[in-house]
């Protein structure tokens, strides 16, 4: 008998929801102290990781980045002054629509990235299996 999505969820399902968020969690606590410690924000580095990450390209716009991060557009366009600021990345006008504005990792901008991301590596491989979580029934 399928249950209907509003049916209550079984002791083992909120278990796995639990132990999913549990992990999520202790991943971003990692994450948070190992970019702190490296001088920069949390956002910071995920602007950093999304501009690099951005499909198909090695740039992203401001809405797109908003996307990414789940923010507003206008906190977005602040965190990228921020970024600015560090010399980790530097707006230019599109050549495509002169209307549109890239945000572009610099020099900078990648060596802290690299060596963040390649600390998010070690700490993902060392925790291999942890994000293998029962699947939680429809």
Do not use: W
């Not at 796995?16 to 992990?23: D, G, I, K, N, P």
């Amino acid at each position: 008998m399928k249950r209907s999505s509003h049916a209550t969820l079984t002791k083992t399902e909120f278990e796995a929801l639990s132990e999913f968020r549990y992990q999520i969690r202790r991943f971003e606590r990692f994450s948070e102290d190992a970019v702190q410690a490296h001088g920069i924000t949390p956002l910071q580095y995920l602007l950093l990781l999304h501009i690099k990450g951005f499909p198909g390209r090695d740039y992203a716009s401001v809405g797109e980045l908003a996307e990414r991060l789940q923010a507003k557009p206008h906190g977005v366009v602040a965190l990228v002054s921020r970024c600015e600021a560090h010399g980790f990345v530097e707006r230019r006008q599109s050549e495509s629509d002169r209307r549109q504005v890239e945000v572009h990792l610099l020099a900078e901008g990648e060596r802290v990235l690299a060596h963040l991301a390649a600390l998010h590596r070690a700490e993902l491989r060392s925790r291999r299996g942890i994000f293998n979580i029962p699947s939680i029934n429809d």
